[in-house]
């Protein structure tokens, strides 16, 4: 018999959100756990069966008997090779370009926009105006992400046309992220609407509630910071983020206390 499939995760991360929505549409078992010191991208402090084969210390990790497959994109794509009976993508070529394209956006630029506001706000990178100015300009720039999105579903019900699908799975994470920093779409508007239908959604119901569980382990954020414990990645997108918003200083900052870091491999001390 086949093994189940186990998937290292976190309640919070929107990568693995896509993960666990796509599992659940498919009706795929699987078990998932947190790995325990994920956050400061210290080896030593994860379990070895999360760190093994996972340079980056990542998650969400899928691990299918002895195989294991890192980033949400190739683990959703590994899930539809393997399990076709249920497709997430569209039919089409046209389409299926379509999901991936607003995939792309969503890991990009939307969640590292959500996930510069968590710094500021959980975090408590910045302080008065500063915070006030980033939150500015989260606001100025969601509103640009969302019309986006909002031209990409048309008068369609899903952003896979009729049949809720890969692209739903991959917005569905930002979007909710955005309301709990009220930078939600306004209410009535088209996004919204979406938004809602999708939580009317086992997969997404369930997953939610394992966001909304997680997010209050963010809280006392900042403390972890100060301790040491956790180190977070600025990685990519989060970086340019952060520096085109007007947080260079907190980077800078972030560095010196050792308490933002940047992605494997690691550069010589
Ligand atoms: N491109 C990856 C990104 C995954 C990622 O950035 N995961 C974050 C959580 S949202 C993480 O595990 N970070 C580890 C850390 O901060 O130590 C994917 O799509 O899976």
Redesign the pocket.
Known sequence: MAQELFLWD?P?????Q??RIALREKKIPFKLETPRG????DKAAVPSNFSEHNM?????LLIDGDFKI??????LEYLEDKYPETPLLPRSPRERARARMIEEVC?SQY?ALN?GVSEVTNFERAHGEQAAKLHEQANHQVKQIQAWLTEQLGDAEWFGGERFGWADLCVWPMVNRSMFYDLGPLPGSALRDWCERAMQRDSVKATYEEYQAGNKLLKGAAGALEKGV????Y?DH?LEWMIKSGGVDIVVEGLKKRNI?FSWPDPME
């Open positions: 976190h919070v991360s929107s990568y693995a896509k993960v994920i956050g400061n991208g980056r210390l990542e998650v969400p890192t980033d949400s994109t190739i683990i890991d969640e996930w956790m180190r977070r990645e990685r989060r870091r």
